[in-house]
């Protein structure tokens, strides 16, 4: 029978879900209508808005009209060559590359760094670890000769709790009673010894060198800085931990050698592992993580009141412990500085944290007033809280998971009028004799065991998002291959890289110094859209496959919403604009600037304009619901003609080319679409209140120009001249600043 079979949270079945409600006075976070426990439901998650990604959050639709907010304490995304928040992806793959002299046979699928693993253990250079330019090699020195293997996986629920079986790489018994598996995780590549018995060796050596990184101790860590003294890597604070849950980091490690050529000794104490009550196997975890990094989140406990536990542990603790560890609290904290909400958007939220061990908790979160560190922190140290407010007490939510609602918190925090420390965590059980020792995973842990913070919000009427249209080009027809430009984007962005990526130097053609919109237009590569673009550029450059730098061309939507006045006081309009780098029709030109605008009276969508040449056709919403161009209930399906990109009204059918929607997907139908990179739509605008938005800057710099020269040198229409027929950007014509009326 599974022992931890009776440690699960109660049965909850009718009015039993509500569990361990307080008899205390504090403020708590506990909405009404919890307190009938079939009242409350979240509501279904229609799609993930890959625009809305940060580092550690993904943000969903829900069925409902709000937006959720999902947030783990460690990073879920990274960005790709273009900026793009692309999912990580830890799994190991087959690659055979020799690298700098050295065979591999393994490497991580998708991060900001690259992580490859040899064929065998052994040899100095066994794991090599290259991130932005800088790279760090190791290897166990004395090992067996043992195959790497991506199936076997040491019989560990230790091991388990902190790792993901199909992201690890095992080479079995490269010492005797010693396994040694690897992961590539989010932050770094993790490292387990996996000790099988008391007569293992608890001492190990390895051979470790770097590109030139100076090895430093900061904070009682190692760190390798580079020449700018910038920290590339970090050896975190190693711990061991047994099968019974029992930690210590009574682990040192020591650094010797100079300069390339490094030796890492890493030694476990005998005490610990000889103790008859230990239980097997031993997991010894050093980790290498990439930067200085780490996840706020631990525990405290009396039994070391000036011990800082290990910050990388994949478990936290709380409730009373009798001759044991005593007392124990947890911290936890979520940035929140990538939350582009505000706080009266905010209708609830919670954290969400997954039990592991031990009885039925009964958690309060209390908020903390005082800054802590996850590497320093300390019973004796630990932050100040407000006792007078608190979360809920946890909730059943499903499985082993607890939820706590803390709506109120995150509101301050989003208002700014509290700094957000975070949480700690007390079972209000805490002084009690009787055992109420709780194991929860931590951020460190295997996902998808991690706590999670959950906001719920409705977006105000600035949600750009929500309207944002479907399009569909020109198919193939009259002997041509179907549309070969599609809308990217055409400014820069203050702060951020110009627009496209810079492909050659050679292309400032009035030498100013940069390449501006006009002159970047050449480098785009036709039949293409989304980031990493590889291929024949306008002018016929090559931008090969293995190029670090490649186009960007995403799709990009310019929107802003404008109160009308005069006869239409009640109504506001929403302008999507559209930019085309190259328009190929009769009038070959340069820079195609196209929009749609939709018109709301007192909030209910009433009427539409699209731009047709130089004219706005109007159309009723409900003539474009009538002919079926409506998807998800808000989204346009808008058809730009071949070449010239004027839209369609909503009468006169759809084009049958390439389909961009407007989650992002792409569909050729049949149309010639040589290359689809990755990324989402972006949506660029400078309203204050627009949330998923990216800012930019518009006119008076070298990379936002007021005008666009529509002239180019195989145009006749405007007479062949480079800089010919200049027209006003779109933030300077009257039809944006002045946006005509709904009819």
Known sequence: MDASAALRPAEVGGVDRLLFASATTQQREDPQDLNDPGAWQDPPRVRELIAMRTAKSKTYRLASGQREWVSNDEVIHYKDDSGAWQEIDSQIVLESKRV????????????????????NAGGPQMVLVEYRGESIAFGPKGARQAGADRKSFPRSQALA??????????????????????????????????????????????????????????????????????????????????????????????LSGEGKSLKLTVTLSRDYLADPARAFPVILDPDLLISSSETMDNFVNTSGPNTNNPYNDPYLRTGNLPGGTGVRRSLIKFDLTGVDVPAEWVDY????????????????????????????????????????????????????????????????????????????????????????????????????????????????????????????????????????????QGSGRAGVDTYPRLIKKDMDYNSDGCVDVEEAIQMYVPFATGSGIHGTTRDGHYIPASATVKADQRPAVYWQQRDLTG?????????????????????????????????????????????????????????????GLVEDGTHLVLSPQGGSHALRNAG???????????????????????????????????????????RYSQAGSKYDPSYYYYDDTISWWYGGQEWGAPNLAPWLRSTYLDPEGPY
Request: glycine share 6%; with cysteine; aromatic share 18%.
């Open 161 to 254: 709790d902190m790792a993901v079986k199909q992201n690890c790489v095992t080479y079995s018994e490269v010492y005797p009673g010693v396994d040694l598996v690897y992961e590539p995780a989010s932050r770094g590549v993790r490292e387990y010894l996996v000790l099988n018995h008391s007569h293992a060796p608890n001492e190990f050596v390895f051979d470790l060198s770097t590109s030139g990184l100076e090895p430093k101790n900061a904070d009682g860590h190692i760190v390798f800085v580079d020449d700018r003294d910038e920290i590339v890597f970090e050896l975190a604070a190693p711990f061991a931990v047994d099968e019974a849950r029992k930690t210590t980091n009574d682990v040192s490690y020591a």
């Open 567 to 627: 006869a239409y006081a009640d109504w506001k309009v929403y302008q999507y604009w559209l930019y085309y780098p190259d328009n190929d029709w009769i009038n070959n030109h340069e820079h195609d600037w196209e929009h749609y605008d939709l018109y709301f009276q007192d909030g209910v969508l009433k009427t539409t304009k699209v731009s047709y040449h130089n004219e706005l056709h109007q159309s009723a919403w409900s003539d474009w619901v009538a002919h």
């Open 349 to 488: 939220g919670y954290l969400l944290i997954q039990q592991c061990y031990g009885p039925n908790p009964q958690l309060e979160g209390y908020r903390c007033q005082s800054y802590w560190s996850s590497k320093s922190v300390t019973w004796n140290t630990q932050p100040s809280y407000d006792s007078n407010f608190t979360t809920s007490t946890n909730y059943w939510d499903h499985g082993w998971w607890w939820r706590l609602w803390t709506t109120t918190p995150i509101k301050k925090w989003l208002g700014h009028e509290w700094v957000n420390f975070g949480w700690m965590l007390k079972d209000l059980r805490e002084w009690q004799s009787a055992d109420t020792a709780a194991w929860f995973y931590s951020s460190d842990s295997a996902a998808p065991h991690k706590p999670e913070l959950h906001i719920v919000y409705t977006p105000s009427y600035a949600d750009p998002l929500k309207y944002l249209a479907s399009l569909r080009f020109d198919g193939p027809d009259w002997g041509d291959t179907g549309e070969k430009t599609f809308p990217m």
């Open 652 to 694: 006169d059918g759809v084009e049958d080319g390439v389909e961009i929607d407007w989650t992002g997907a792409v569909y050729s139908h049949g149309a010639r679409l040589d290359m689809v990179g990755t990324g989402g739509w972006r949506i660029f605008s400078n309203d204050p209140l627009a949330s998923g938005v990216t």
């Open 100 to 119: 700098y002299g050295t065979d591999y046979a393994y490497r991580n699928r998708a991060n900001s760094y690259s992580a490859r693993f040899g064929p």
